[in-house]
């Protein structure tokens, strides 16, 4: 089974500050996909941004990027110019390509904090 | 592109009683899974929908149950319920299972009294 792991249980910035949230995962596959989701007080998941473990190179999204590191099983997350509407908790999630027994595998979340 | 919805959105229920969620996904997707998100256990897989099949299924009791019906919408039951399971029940939408593309419905807020 895999594990995804989040060690940063609340972050807290001020806005326009760079941020990087951690995870780092362990998983026997080889094909997998990462996520990072993002749940705002409303509790809807948003999709902010994911990785196909076979590609070497990092996501990105506008503001949003990733660091994914495969030997080392990391994946965290890089925002810039941080601003209060990303106020949320932000999920690191893995799944194998193809579906697989466990669905998405979800770490507990790093609650982050954007001070204006 | 309407997204994925869930019914009810709040829900308040008695200890042994039973309960049923509602999710319709994406126009198109034929792929349903469904997850529990608590403050203890964080958010915990339940099971996997894909054309009116259950594909897998997360580490709950037979009292957790689904079904997917022929237009891809599915329900999830709880029999018996217990205080533990008050909990978001959310669901997510892809068109294949594993997608690379899963999109979240708003969740059911279930409370347990």
């Known amino acids: 089974a895999q594990t995804v792991t989040q060690s940063q249980p609340e972050m807290s910035v001020q806005e326009a500050e760079t941020v990087t949230l951690s995870c780092t995962y362990d998983t026997s596959e080889s094909n997998y996909y990462l996520f990072w989701y993002k749940q705002p007080p409303s509790r809807q998941m948003i999709l902010v941004i994911r990785?196909?473990?076979?590609?070497?190179q990092n996501a990105t999204e506008n503001r949003f990027s990733v660091n994914f590191q495969k030997a080392a099983k990391s994946f965290s997350l890089k925002i810039s110019d941080s601003q209060l509407g990303d106020t949320a908790m932000y999920f690191c999630a893995l799944q194998y390509s193809g579906g697989g027994a466990d669905g998405l595998t979800f770490g507990k979340g790093t609650h982050l904090i954007i001070q204006p | 592109k309407a997204g994925v919805t869930q019914t009810p959105r709040y829900l308040i229920k008695t200890r042994g009683q039973q309960v049923t969620l509602s999710c319709s996904p994406i126009?198109?997707?034929?792929?349903v899974s469904w997850y529990q998100q608590t403050p203890g256990q964080g958010l915990q897989f339940l099971f996997e929908?894909?054309?009116?099949?259950?594909?897998n299924k997360g580490n709950f009791p037979g009292r957790f149950s689904g079904r997917q019906f022929s237009n891809s919408r599915s329900e999830m039951n709880v029999s018996t319920l217990e205080l533990g399971d008050s909990a978001l029940y959310l669901c997510a939408s892809s068109a294949i299972p594993g997608s690379r593309e899963q999109y979240f419905g708003p969740g059911t807020r279930l409370t347990v009294t």
């Open positions: 929908y894909f054309s009116e099949t259950q594909r």
């Open positions: 126009s198109g997707h034929r792929s």
């Open positions: 990785q196909e473990a076979y590609k070497q």
